[in-house]
């Protein structure tokens, strides 16, 4: 059975950093891309970024520059570095793999910058 578990939201103000972490399970983790999508209220979900299994990583214009995704295969986890926050930030950040033609998610962690 294939889970996703997002960790490391909550409050920050603006200006702050979080990092979030993605524990993966049930799948041959290091041959899988990954990615981070994020919802904020009263929109649709969109791409903040994502890796490949080899490791390259794609940003969305959310997140260029201030933003960094990177995995650890050995513990199967997946992170997001986010630096520079503001309130457009804000929504809840989901964790997602495509495998097998299956679209996994999490369950979302929630991200709340304000002062």
């Known amino acids: 059975q294939v889970q996703l578990v997002e960790s490391g939201g909550g409050l920050v103000q603006p200006g702050g950093s979080l990092r979030l972490s993605c524990a993966v399970s049930?799948?041959?983790?290091?041959?899988?891309?990954m990615a981070w999508y994020r919802q904020a209220p009263g929109t649709q979900r969109e791409l903040v970024a994502s890796?490949?299994?080899?490791?390259?990583?794609t940003y969305g214009e959310l997140a260029k520059g201030r933003f960094t995704m990177f995995r650890d295969n050995d513990k199967a986890m997946a992170y997001l570095e986010m630096n520079s926050l503001n309130a457009e930030d804000t929504g809840v950040y989901y964790c997602?793999?495509?495998?097998?033609?299956?679209?996994?998610w999490g369950k979302g962690t929630l991200v709340t910058v304000s002062s």
């Open positions: 997602h793999v495509p495998y097998y033609g299956m679209d996994y």
């Open positions: 049930g799948i041959s983790f290091s041959r899988v891309a």
């Open positions: 890796i490949t299994s080899g490791g390259i990583t």
